[in-house]
T-cell receptor, first 118, second 112 residues
Framework: DAGVIQSPRHEVTEMGQEVTLRCKPI?????LFWYRQTMMRGLELLIY????????DSGMPEDRFSAKMPNASFSTLKIQPSEPRDSAVYFC????????????????FGSGTQLSVL | GENVEQHPSTLSVQEGDSAVIKCTYS??????FPWYKQELGKGPQLIID?????GEKKDQRIAVTLNKTAKHFSLHITETQPEDSAVYFC???????????FGAGTTVTVRA
C-alpha cells in the first residue's frame, strides 16, 4: 500500500485566493482526519470523517474552511478566501477500527501539504 | 476535552545515552496513549503505544511507561543513535470519541 497520499506537497498562494488540499486515505480505512501543524499551536485536529460522513468539525477555525469526502478514497480541505495566518502544514491521516473494538488507533499520516499564503 | 502537556521541548543527548520524554494528561478517562515520531519533511509515524490497562511496554530500544494515578506517561529511548533525531509527540485519546490530543512535541537531537 502506498500509504496516505496528499497533494500538493507545497502550495504558495496569495491572500484571498482559494486553496484546495487533497487526500487519498489508505484503502479500507474508514476514518479520515485533517490536522494542521504550526509552531505556535502544534498539531490541531480540524475535522474527521467516518465512512465519508463528517463526525466532528469543531476544530475548523472559521467558515472559510470546508472539507468534503465524496467517496471512501478521496477527501478535500478547502480554504476560501485564504489568509496569511492559514500558513501551516496540513496533514491528512486515516485509520480503521482495530479488531471490532471501540477505539480508533494507529493513525497513518500523509506527508503533508506545506501551505504558504502571502 | 483532553489536555496533554509534554516536556522537555528540546532534548540533546550523546549517542549511546538514553532519552526520556514525559507527558501528562488531564482526563482520567483517557485510555490510549500513542507516541509518534516525525522526521523532517514527513508526517508523524506511530512508534509505540500503550493502553490504560498496561503499565509498561517495550519494543527493542523504545519503552513507554504509564502511571494512571499520576496521569502521566513517558517515552524512554535507550542506546540512542543518530537516526533517533526527530520530533516526538505524545498523545492521549478519550474513549468517547476518536480524537487524539497531541502534546506540543519534543525535538530530540542525538550528538555523534
Amino acid at each position: 500500500d502506498a500509504g496516505v497520499i496528499q497533494s500538493p506537497r507545497h502550495e504558495v498562494t496569495e491572500m484571498g485566493q482559494e486553496v484546495t488540499l487533497r487526500c487519498k486515505p489508505i484503502s479500507g480505512h474508514d476514518y479520515l482526519f485533517w490536522y494542521r501543524q504550526t509552531m505556535m499551536r502544534g498539531l490541531e485536529l480540524l475535522i474527521y470523517f467516518n465512512n465519508n460522513v463528517p463526525i466532528d468539525d469543531s476544530g475548523m477555525p472559521e467558515d472559510r474552511f470546508s472539507a468534503k469526502m465524496p467517496n471512501a478514497s478521496f477527501s478535500t480541505l478547502k480554504i476560501q478566501p485564504s489568509e496569511p495566518r492559514d500558513s501551516a502544514v496540513y496533514f491528512c491521516a486515516s485509520s480503521a477500527l482495530q479488531g471490532g473494538g471501540t477505539t480508533n488507533e494507529k493513525l497513518f499520516f500523509g506527508s503533508g501539504t506545506q501551505l504558504s499564503v502571502l | 476535552g483532553e489536555n496533554v502537556e509534554q516536556h522537555p521541548s528540546t532534548l540533546s543527548v550523546q549517542e549511546g545515552d538514553s532519552a526520556v520524554i514525559k507527558c501528562t494528561y488531564s482526563d482520567s478517562a483517557s485510555n490510549y496513549f500513542p507516541w509518534y515520531k516525525q522526521e523532517l519533511g514527513k508526517g508523524p509515524q506511530l512508534i509505540i503505544d500503550i493502553r490504560s490497562n498496561v503499565g509498561e511496554k517495550k519494543d527493542q530500544r523504545i519503552a513507554v511507561t504509564l502511571n494512571k494515578t499520576a496521569k502521566h506517561f513517558s517515552l524512554h529511548i535507550t542506546e540512542t543513535q543518530p537516526e533517533d533525531s526527530a520530533v516526538y509527540f505524545c498523545a492521549a485519546q478519550w474513549p468517547y470519541d476518536y480524537k487524539l490530543s497531541f502534546g506540543a512535541g519534543t525535538t530530540v537531537t542525538v550528538r555523534a
